[in-house]
């Protein structure tokens, strides 16, 4: 008697647990995909760690564009907080989103410095990109577009983007400068003059990166931004300005929608540019993660592929209204699927943690521009690797690819980039008799971005 005393006493603390644990279990299938809760939630802190730079680096980017840094600190937060929530229980992947790099780099040194739209307009811009977004999901026509451009231009857009964040980061961290023979050159790195220490804390914060990435240290990269941060502290490179506090405002980015230039050519391209980036990020995010993750069906298709989709179109017209660039998937989840995440509680998490970093805006102000730009620079590293799976056979294929990545940082323009690619792609592609390798697609494109530099 009394042992079943005993026996129905130690089962008593664990009734209530496991009936929200069965309930967890049975909302996400956990246990049909192999994991557990304790593992979905490990995950999460993984891929949080892994991405958790983008608090610090977007702000600081959109700062360029003359957005309030505050309001662009809990925008990114929010974004990326509700982006991935709908992620996790909508479509029920460990796939989080933030807001996208490269396209808030196209965002503030293209569409509003280079153009000279107002950030509001960009803001605009982005919610149209989204809205396209979803509609070519809806009505299926994403897999049409996706398909109508070559793969190496596909590789080249992506390599192209990496080379603009490098070079973006190299100036600001002050390891490239002008020079009015070269255009550029390298900066000081005298250790001896205070004013070169910021160039050589961004180089050794990317190698600090580097090397902790290579060890899977979870939070790598935002762990070699604070460790060159706090070298910075005596040389009077850092300003510490805290570490908690209550959320800035969020009222000047808020719904700032300008439509007063919708209808203008170079407004088009820039929306369309806006929505090629995050089809082809997007899809390959999706597919790269879920196939690491064995969420792929034995025909290489993505179960729930219109819910991912819808999350992601979500994200990017949501993250416009709060005020910030195109939020995107990102391909840091990985790191979480690396650890055993495979379900939406992973994403659920990573939603929680930046929620909770909405109190840390004091800290993320902190660190440094060269701090930042170590990050940028290894993200750009990245994203370059593109340029080694392109066919290298044929130089119709590879030629204009090589334009467009290139083009990207000369002209300092990732749309110029892109529509220089397409252009030339066309144009060898009809001279070398290979017509049939046009698509009608692209050929509208490319007529497009002609109009565009020719009369704008």
Known sequence: MAKSKKTKKSNEPRTQPSGFESWLDSYFSIGANGSTIRTEIIAGFTTFLTMAYIIVVNPQILAKAGMPQ???????????????????????????LAPGMGLNAFFAFTIVLTYKYTWQQALWAVFLSGVLFFLVSVFRIREYIIDAIPMNLKLAISAGVG???AIIALENAG??????????TLGKL????????????????????AA??????PGATI??????????????????????????????????????????????????????????????????????????DKNGKLPRMKQALISDCF????????????????????????????????????SILFLLALFFSPLAASIPAYASAAALLFVAAIMARGLAEMNWDDVTDYAPAIVCAVAMPLTYSI??????????FVLIKLLAGKQNEVSPAIAVLAVLFALKFAFT
């Open 415 to 424: 749309a110029t980039g892109i529509g220089l690619g397409f252009i030339t």
């Open 223 to 296: 762990i070699g931004m604070f460790i060159v941060a706090a070298i910075g502290i005596p040389l009077g490179l850092t300003k510490f300005a805290g570490i908690v506090s209550l959320p800035p405002s969020i009222s000047p980015t808020l719904l700032a929608f300008d439509w007063s230039r919708t209808f203008e050519l170079t407004f088009i391209i820039v929306v369309l540019t806006l929505f090629l980036i995050d089809v082809f990020d997007n899809a390959g995010t999706l597919i790269g993660v879920t196939h690491r993750s064995g969420l792929l």
């Open 175 to 184: 390891i490239v400068v002008d020079h009015p023979a070269t255009l550029v």
């Open 70 to 96: 505050g309001a662009v600190f809990v925008a990114t937060c929010l974004a990326a907080a509700v982006a991935t929530a709908v992620m996790g229980l909508y479509a029920k992947y460990p796939i989080a």
């Open 212 to 217: 902790l990435n290579y060890r899977n240290i």
């Open 163 to 165: 080379l603009f964040l």
């Open 315 to 350: 994200a990017a017209m949501f993250g416009s209204a709060v005020g910030t660039s195109t939020t995107t998937s990102y391909i840091e989840s990985s790191a979480g699927v690396a650890a055993g995440g495979r379900t939406g509680l992973t994403a659920v998490v990573v």
């Open 190 to 209: 005298d250790p001896r003059i205070i004013a070169s220490w910021p160039a050589i804390l961004a180089i050794l914060g990317f190698i600090l990166i």
